[in-house]
Each structure stands twice: as structure tokens, then as C-alpha cells.
């Protein structure tokens, strides 16, 4: 099934499987908002199954003007290139993500509640005019107790993780790591060989477990890029694992 432009004004979408294609040219919406009353209306967009996809790379959700706009995916795959705000100051802005694919290029606006992550979340991105800059921008904080895999070959930037107490995996491509808010201790983090982790900031954090290339990491131990570990790390900073394995020494039997 397939559309050039789609508005949801106030109502509930919900997707339980096969193939949506949102858009058939270039930069074209899917808007999530009331243009008949700027503070009317709840929309809600669920995806439990199936693809809902773009078909071209300039296509964009906007988002403003309903009391709540909300997209919430259980499962399937969600294609998007942009999470926008059209009208700032407007309604609450909340995307859920308790399983499935999220697959997108470019951000998710500052203005969005703190995204929840309830479950395991993979984040793809697909480029074809944005070669060099690479890079999917969540600004909001993330929060919850699920699971965050980064899979593909591009990065995934992830500001404010504080209020995140799940695990990451990065089996493709790279994670960032960005400020302060970078890293939650309760959290664990898997990367795989060939994928990187940027830790964007200075000293060190605490990571509740730390496996590298299907390798179990010392406990207690520093990780980074000037460290032990370093091809799977760039950036200024480092992470302690907090569990992990014994490291490996020499006993002296004195007699």
C-alpha cells in the first residue's frame, strides 16, 4: 500500500503487519498533527509487525499542534528520515520503542519527551544522498530498562543515557557516547569485532559489564581508546567494567 502525503489528525493508526510504503517522492511528510486545532486531538501511530517504510530519502515526520503525538514500535520495522517539530511549544511529542527496527538517517528533535526504550531495539540507518555525514542523532534523553543494538555501518549518537538502565550492543557501525550524561553503571556493553564505540568525553565511567569482540573484559580495569581495547573505542574518554573476569597474574609460593 502506498502514499505520496499522510496526515493523522486525531486518531489511532495501528499496523499488525505487511508492507506500508508512507511516501512515493521526495521530501514528502508524514505529518502527525491537528491543522484544524493547533491544541486538539491525540495521535497515535503503533507498529507491532510489518514495514512501515519510505520509499525515497527525503521524507520526514513532523510532528506539532495535537495535545499528544505518540508513536509507539512493539515490533515490524519503522522507516523514517527525519523526526521534526513543525510547531515548537505545542503538545507532547513521544516516541516509544519496545521491540523491532527503527530505521532512520538524520535526528530526533530536542523538543521530544525522553524516549522510552522498553524492550530490544535494533537502530539501522540507510543512507543515499548523506555519504558524509553518517550519523542518526537522538537529542532527547533515553530512558527505560530495555536493550539499544546499533547494527549497519553508520553511527548512532546518543546525548543523555543517565536515565537509561539497559544494556547496549553495537554489532555494526559505531556508538557515541556523548557528555556527563554519557553512561548509566547499571548498564552493560557488547561490541562486536569490527565496531566502535566513541566515548565523547573526559575520565572515566562505570559500566556494569564490558565484552569486546565476544570476549568477556577485566573487572576493575580502564578501556578505551589510549587503553586496553583501544580498536573498539575512540574519544577522549574510558569505562571500568564493574564485573568481568580476574586478571590474569602470576602467584609466587614463597616458603
Known sequence: FGLAYLEFGSCLFTMNGGTFVANEADNVRLNLHNNANDNGGEVTVTINGGSFVRSREYADTFFGG????KIVLNGGSFEVYNFEVSRSGRGKRILELNGGTLIASRAIAASFEPIKVGGEVTFAQRYKYDADNKQFKIEPAVSGTGKIIQSGTACLWLND????????AVTGGSLAFTGDTAFNAASALSVAKGATVALNYTGSKAVQALTLGGKLAHKDCGYGAAARGMSYFEGAGSLIPMTGSDIPGIIFLVR
Not at 66 to 69: L, P, Q, R
Not at 161 to 168: H, I, L, T
Request: proline letters at 0%; zero cysteines.
Open 66 to 69: 495535537s495535545k499528544v503525538e
Open 161 to 168: 543515557v543517565s536515565g537509561f538502565a539497559g544494556d547496549f
